[in-house]
């Protein structure tokens, strides 16, 4: 019985070693490689500079035909983008939690960062809803707010959790408006935390939408210089008439 199980240790290790010194077959890789097809639904990123469009799970960042988007701008997630409206250079749209909407010929100026959180502690909707005609300037800070249609937001404001701005209603620049706090149509609040200041007069409300169309406006020369696709295409060009050769 021993020297059984002798005989059947030596075959078995003799099989082992001839099988690690085999040489591998090339032609699994091969056929492997052949089996391997890209899926359609497969994204097709640009690695060649930063990811403007991130989406997460099944949403996508939705932009209008006719919207404006810088290039160096993130959008992720539950983004919408409607109709001229537009979105500055180094602004972070960030639509992970909740969604985000800016509304028809809107504008979010350089440098804001926009979210939204998953509820709001005031009861009030825990999207960040911009709506149509409002401005919102440079490096603000809007998190889970509702900004009525024609409006301003000075530039490095905070809008806090479930806070609101009624149509027709400016907030001054620096200013923070805490969660849960309505800023009453017609009225121009500063400091901070935000506070009434005074109400509006009827020419100062009819130039809110006025300021909203001429960014609008504004936008357009950069939206025709701004191309879809890289230009690297330009300079490969330019490259290969330098050596003769042909396009």
């Known amino acids: 019985m021993a020297s059984l199980l002798r005989v059947s240790r ?7 070693s001839s099988q690690c010194h085999r040489p591998l077959s090339r032609g699994f890789g091969t056929d492997a490689a052949k089996a391997i097809t890209q899926s359609p639904d497969r994204v097709k990123w640009d690695y060649r500079g930063q990811r403007k469009i991130i989406p997460l799970g099944q949403w996508v960042p939705k932009i209008a035909v006719d919207a404006y988007v810088a290039p160096n701008v993130v959008l992720a997630g539950q983004v919408a983008v409607q109709d001229g409206s537009s ?7 960030r639509g992970d939690l909740n969604k985000i909407t800016i ?3 809107s504008n979010v100026q350089e440098k804001c960062v926009i979210h939204a959180a998953w509820s709001s502690p005031t009861g ?3 999207d960040t809803s911009i709506e149509r005609f409002v401005t919102v300037g440079a490096y603000s800070l809007l998190r889970s707010c509702t900004i009525e249609p024609e409006c301003i937001v000075g530039q490095h404001s905070i809008l806090m959790e479930g806070s609101l701005m009624e149509t027709h209603s ?5 200013s ?3 969660p849960g706090r309505r800023i009453p149509t017609g009225e121009l609040w500063a400091g901070n935390p935000a ?12 130039e809110i939408p006025k300021l909203a169309v001429a960014i609008n406006d504004h ?29």
Not at 10 to 16: I, P, Q, V
Not at 87 to 93: F, K
Not at 219 to 247: A, R
């Open 103 to 105: 509304g028809f010929c």
């Open 10 to 16: 030596n075959a078995l290790s003799s099989a082992l």
């Open 219 to 247: 936008s357009k020369s950069h939206f025709s210089e701004f191309l879809p696709y890289s230009t690297v295409y330009l300079e490969v060009e330019k490259f290969k008439k330098s050596l003769g050769i042909s396009i």
């Open 124 to 126: 009030l909707p825990a």
């Open 176 to 178: 923070v408006v805490p």
């Open 195 to 206: 506070r009434f200041v005074r109400t509006l007069t009827h020419e100062e409300t009819l």
């Open 170 to 174: 400016i907030l001054e620049a620096g």
């Open 87 to 93: 979105v500055w250079s180094g602004s972070v749209l």
